[in-house]
């Protein structure tokens, strides 16, 4: 019995995250997928684990989604759960914590934006003049969070070639922030 998803499996988990959820990063959604693969898996060993993650986020690194944000989003992500492998005497309960901890991880990152954004809001004040490369969530949120609190402030925005992501920006800016 094979213990891991299929290649492509794993690109149907995270495809299927991007293109349902509009405001999940790639990297987040990477992290998500990673965890999907650890719920699944049936390895025997934590070798075979291990090589099954790293399959993993081989097959999400090899989709049209930007490399960076995968492999710094799975990067954190393993650091961050294998550390059970040096607490524990069993394999079912290195899984166990591995998940666990996988779990909080995920938690603390979606918490993490609207704190980042917060913090980051109140460097815009009145008459502030915002530049933005593209788009970035975090950025975007703090500018929603400077808008709700009344601050009046102008947003110049680069386009970002090839992905013109910054046109994605206006049209963010646009919905969330008058």
């Given at each position: ?11 149907e ?6 293109e349902?959820?509009q405001?999940?990063?790639?990297g ?8 999907t693969v ?15 993650l790293q ?21 954190l992500?393993?650091r ?5 492998k040096?607490?524990?005497?069993t394999f ?12 909080l991880?995920?938690k ?5 934006r ?15 003049r ?7 969530r ?26 013109n992501?910054?046109?994605a ?9 008058k």
């Amino acid at each position: 019995m094979d213990s891991k998803m299929k290649k492509k499996e794993i690109e149907e988990v995270f495809g299927g995250i991007l293109e349902k959820e509009q405001d999940v990063s790639a990297g987040m959604a990477a992290i998500r997928t990673l965890l999907t693969v650890l719920e699944h898996d049936t390895s025997e060993t934590v070798q075979e684990l291990d090589s099954n993650l790293q399959a993993a986020v081989d097959a999400m690194k090899n989709t049209d989604y930007p490399v960076t944000a995968v492999a710094s989003g799975c990067e954190l992500f393993l650091r961050f759960i294998t550390l059970a492998k040096l607490d524990t005497k069993t394999f079912g309960e290195c899984k166990s914590i591995m998940l666990h901890r996988g779990q909080l991880f995920l938690k603390k990152l979606m918490e993490a934006r609207g704190k980042v954004a917060k913090l980051a809001s109140s460097f815009i004040v009145d008459g502030s003049r915002v530049l933005i490369h593209s788009k970035s969530r975090v950025v975007l949120h703090a500018m929603k969070e400077a808008a709700r609190a009344n601050k009046r402030f102008e947003v110049y925005v680069t386009m970002s070639s090839p992905d013109n992501s910054g046109w994605a920006a206006i049209q963010w800016l646009s919905v969330h922030v008058k």
